[in-house]
């Protein structure tokens, strides 16, 4: 199975930035995605994108998260714009759907 380490995640207030960085182990094929896990809650997809490049988005996020990838680094990220409160969660890349094996997720904490 394809071995995905996250990154890019951090403190910060309200209205502020984030970029989250997804390096796989190896060539990704197909649709890759974006998850936050909020505590005792399951994982749920925030964002997904193809191999081509064509994107998705939950309402909560439009317009404020952009996912991207770059095929040629087996890298996928989440550029996370005007942060808020509610966006605070532990955050995971994995295919859709998604492979038994995940990465160890990274956290995003949003406060004043």
């Known amino acids: 199975q394809v071995q995905f380490v996250e990154s890019g995640g951090g403190s910060v207030q309200p209205g502020g930035s984030l970029t989250l960085a997804c390096a796989a182990s190896?060539?990704?094929?197909?649709?890759m995605g974006w998850y936050r896990q909020d505590p005792g809650k399951q994982r749920e997809v925030v964002s997904s994108?193809?191999?081509?490049?064509?994107?998705s988005y939950v309402d909560f996020v439009k317009g404020r998260f952009t996912i991207s990838r770059d095929n040629a680094k087996n890298t996928v990220y989440l550029q996370m714009n005007n942060l808020k409160p509610e966006d605070t969660a532990v955050y995971y890349c994995?295919?859709?759907?998604?492979?038994?094996?995940w990465g160890q997720g990274t956290q995003v904490t949003v406060s004043s």
């Open positions: 994108i193809t191999t081509r490049g064509f994107t």
């Open positions: 994995n295919k859709i759907p998604a492979q038994p094996s």
């Open positions: 190896e060539s990704i094929v197909g649709v």
